[in-house]
């Protein structure tokens, strides 16, 4: 039993060797399999990003919008006159005159009395407006008054004609001038209907607020079937209601529709109290009540009902 011990001192161990480690992956696959990870999770990232959109994408659903109602004025606009009451000392300033005037006749002792707006009915020349804004053509002819009108020919040049009052009616406050001009220097303005009207859609004013010419205002239909006062005291029933803004000197300018049609005559506007600004409460005259009544003060220069 002594010699085991002995023997295991004296006889040299076998030497020690080490597990062979294991092979080791070529460094060219490991590359591609973290090139194809990193590729894959870019892949699941895209996926789950919201779509990217472009910085013009709304903005051009905008200026859809806004093309249409700048081609909708483009062809609106030269239906819509100026109209300029004038007052003279003396008597020659009433008639009917068709030469153009440009301005001498406010720089000759004519005086502004008040302006207002109107739209080319026909091509005979025929202008429709507010009674209000011509009243004083009709007056007792304590002064002398003239009525000048402002156009723009087929280029965009202005021009001016002396209108007279061929009729009116006061109680739906509407009157109708003639102008003598050829006809192909008008463009009559697309009469519509006011039948179909719902509120929320959208309309348009164009007029001369303040002697600014050609301006637009927009809005929707806020009301129908409104009850106005008439310049004799009546009631104007079945007015439209508007929140398009209605100043001094949009009277008798048109209310169109998105199709560029006329469906009223701009009227009349509530005022903030001691300021002339208007509240956003606005009224026209239905195309439908202007249709009925402006052949009649065309023809017999005034109303049905005041013939009978």
């Given at each position: 039993?002594?010699?085991?011990p002995?023997?295991?001192l004296?006889?040299p161990?076998?030497?020690?060797?080490?597990?062979?480690?294991?092979?080791?992956?070529?460094?060219?696959?490991?590359?591609?399999?973290?090139a194809?990870a990193?590729?894959?999770?870019?892949?699941?990232?895209?996926?789950?990003a919201?779509?990217?959109?472009?910085?013009?994408a709304?903005?051009?659903?905008?200026?859809?919008?806004?093309?249409?109602?700048?081609?909708?004025?483009?062809?609106?606009?030269?239906?819509?006159?100026?109209?300029?009451?004038?007052?003279?000392?003396?008597?020659?300033?009433?008639?009917g005159?068709?030469?153009?005037d440009?301005?001498?006749?406010?720089?000759?002792?004519a005086?502004?009395?008040?302006?207002?707006?109107?739209?080319?009915?026909?091509s005979?020349?025929?202008i429709?407006?507010?009674?209000?804004?011509?009243?004083?053509l009709?007056?007792?002819?304590?002064?002398?008054?003239?009525?000048?009108?402002?156009?723009?020919d087929?280029?965009?040049?202005?021009?001016?004609?002396?209108?007279?009052l061929?009729?009116?009616?006061?109680?739906?406050?509407?009157?109708?001038?003639?102008?003598?001009?050829?006809?192909?220097?008008?463009?009559?303005?697309?009469?519509?209907?006011?039948?179909?009207?719902?509120v929320?859609?959208?309309?348009f004013?164009?007029?001369?607020?303040?002697?600014?010419?050609?301006?637009?205002?927009?809005?929707?239909?806020?009301?129908?079937?409104?009850?106005?006062?008439?310049?004799n005291?009546?009631?104007i029933?079945?007015?439209i209601?508007t929140?398009?803004?209605?100043?001094a000197?949009?009277?008798?300018?048109?209310?169109?529709?998105?199709?560029?049609?006329?469906?009223g005559?701009?009227?009349?506007?509530?005022?903030?109290?001691?300021?002339?600004?208007?509240?956003?409460?606005?009224?026209a005259?239905?195309?439908?009540?202007?249709?009925?009544?402006?052949?009649?003060?065309?023809?017999?220069?005034?109303?049905?009902?005041?013939?009978?």
């Amino acid at each position: 039993m002594a010699l085991r011990p002995l023997l295991r001192l004296l006889l040299p161990s076998p030497p020690h060797r080490n597990p062979p480690p294991p092979p080791s992956s070529p460094p060219v696959a490991s590359t591609s399999r973290r090139a194809a990870a990193a590729a894959v999770l870019l892949l699941s990232a895209a996926a789950s990003a919201p779509p990217s959109r472009s910085a013009r994408a709304e903005p051009e659903g905008e200026d859809v919008d806004e093309a249409r109602v700048v081609r909708l004025f483009q062809e609106a606009s030269p239906s819509v006159v100026f109209i300029k009451d004038l007052v003279v000392a003396g008597p020659q300033g009433r008639g009917g005159g068709g030469e153009e005037d440009d301005d001498e006749g406010e720089g000759g002792g004519a005086k502004v009395e008040g302006t207002g707006s109107g739209f080319v009915w026909d091509s005979a020349g025929h202008i429709v407006t507010n009674y209000h804004v011509v009243a004083k053509l009709a007056g007792d002819g304590s002064a002398s008054h003239r009525c000048k009108v402002f156009l723009e020919d087929s280029s965009g040049k202005s021009y001016s004609k002396e209108g007279r009052l061929i009729g009116c009616d006061p109680a739906y406050d509407l009157a109708v001038l003639k102008i003598d001009v050829d006809s192909d220097q008008l463009r009559p303005a697309l009469i519509g209907t006011s039948r179909s009207l719902q509120v929320g859609q959208s309309c348009f004013a164009i007029g001369n607020p303040y002697g600014y010419e050609h301006t637009l205002t927009t809005g929707v239909i806020s009301g129908l079937g409104r009850e106005i006062p008439s310049p004799n005291g009546r009631a104007i029933r079945g007015a439209i209601q508007t929140d398009a803004a209605i100043n001094a000197g949009n009277s008798g300018g048109p209310l169109i529709d998105s199709y560029g049609h006329v469906i009223g005559v701009n009227t009349a506007t509530f005022t903030r109290k001691g300021s002339g600004i208007s509240s956003g409460v606005n009224f026209a005259i239905p195309i439908d009540t202007v249709v009925q009544s402006v052949p009649n003060l065309i023809v017999y220069g005034t109303s049905v009902s005041n013939r009978f």
